[in-house]
């Protein structure tokens, strides 16, 4: 399956700034997606980003407080704007690849970071 | 709305024995369904997929699917207490986009 090298692994941050995560992956793939996980709850897709164009975001999640990069087939980033408490959690990105047997496949997740605005 | 039921447990099963763990969905059109696990601290990895209805096998897991009833299940053999984590059930909804429950946590007792 596909390995994706997720960083920073961890912040702290003060309201108002930003933060942007980057995501590497091993090999090209097509589309690459961000998660947001919040403390106790079920991962929500934030936006899917396809090499080459604009990304695409779900309902609640705007580009501005969320822009995202897709420069190349292997790199992504996710910067969250303007941070507020309420932007604390764990952000993860994605991509389709085989699961931990090649009979399935389906999402691999980066390692996540855990944002902490204070 | 679309959702994806799951009781969010714990689940405590003692180690060797079979762990049943559920899913309901609410979105009829569904086609792609899949288990992944959560250790505490880590990010997800994924166990199982499965597009048809009925039974599939990989180890010690197995994966049940019931489109008409919505309903679509995850069966760990031979538990162990490595198999303590939490496990998120997920349903694709047509293009990329794909809803997670809240997960289940289970318990395996050595």
């Known amino acids: 399956s596909a390995v994706i090298s997720q960083k920073p692994s961890r912040d702290i941050c003060q309201r108002g700034t930003s933060l942007t995560i980057q995501c590497q992956v091993d090999?090209?793939?097509?589309?690459m997606f961000w998660y947001r996980q919040q403390p106790g709850q079920s991962l929500t897709l934030i936006a899917t980003?396809?090499?080459?164009?604009?990304?695409?975001?779900e309902s609640g999640f705007v580009i501005d407080k969320f822009p995202i990069s897709r420069p190349n087939l292997t790199f992504s980033t996710l910067t969250v704007s303007n941070m507020s408490p309420e932007d604390s959690s764990i952000y993860l990105c994605s991509v389709e690849s085989e699961g931990l047997s090649q009979a399935n496949y389906g999402y691999t997740f980066g390692s996540g970071t855990r944002l902490t605005v204070v | 709305q679309k959702e994806v039921e799951q009781n969010s447990g714990p689940l405590s099963v003692p180690e060797g024995a079979i762990a049943s763990l559920n899913c309901t969905y609410s979105d009829r059109g569904s086609q792609s369904f899949f288990w992944y696990r959560q250790y505490s601290g880590k990010s997800p990895e994924l166990i199982m997929s499965i597009y048809s209805n009925g039974d599939k096998e990989d180890g010690r897991f197995t994966a049940q699917l019931n489109k008409a009833s919505q309903y679509v299940s995850l069966l760990i053999r031979d538990s162990q207490p490595s198999d303590s984590a939490t496990y998120l059930c997920a349903v694709n909804t047509g293009g990329f986009k794909t809803i997670f429950g809240a997960g289940t946590r289970l318990f395996v007792k050595a």
């Open positions: 980003a396809n090499q080459g164009s604009e990304a695409t975001y």
């Open positions: 090999s090209q793939v097509t589309m």
